[in-house]
């Protein structure tokens, strides 16, 4: 099993940054990827950012050039910075993580809203 804990939720002015930190424990030698995703009300859960094992970073085209993901693997924590966000960056954000294709592990998620 592996556990997730998320951080660094709330609220910001637009065009402000945020960086969302996500804690690993348990199993975590097992993993080949981490992610983030966000669900805004109303809307179905969306793919943010990953990165795997290897380093090799995606991101959805929305945040591309305005988000980073990384990772600290010495405190099993990966990052996702936030910049220039808009109001539709809204939602809650959830950290998982993989051992195969499909994410099977989910932190508990963290609020971020983008409000003047």
């Known amino acids: 099993q592996v556990q997730l804990v998320e951080s660094g939720g709330g609220l910001v002015q637009p065009g402000g940054s945020l960086r969302l930190s996500c804690a690993a424990s348990?199993?975590?030698?097992?993993?080949?990827?981490m992610g983030w995703y966000r669900q805004a009300p109303g809307k179905q859960r969306e793919f943010v950012a990953s990165?795997?094992?290897?380093?090799?970073?995606q991101y959805t085209a929305s945040v591309k050039g305005r988000f980073t993901i990384s990772e600290d693997k010495a405190k099993s924590t990966v990052h996702l910075q936030m910049n220039s966000l808009k109001p539709e960056d809204t939602a809650v954000y959830y950290c998982?993580?993989?051992?195969?294709?499909?994410?099977?592990?989910w932190g508990q998620g963290t609020q971020v809203t983008v409000s003047s």
């Open positions: 998982a993580a993989r051992r195969g294709t499909r994410y099977e592990f």
């Open positions: 990165i795997l094992s290897t380093g090799t970073t």
């Open positions: 348990g199993s975590i030698f097992s993993i080949l990827a």
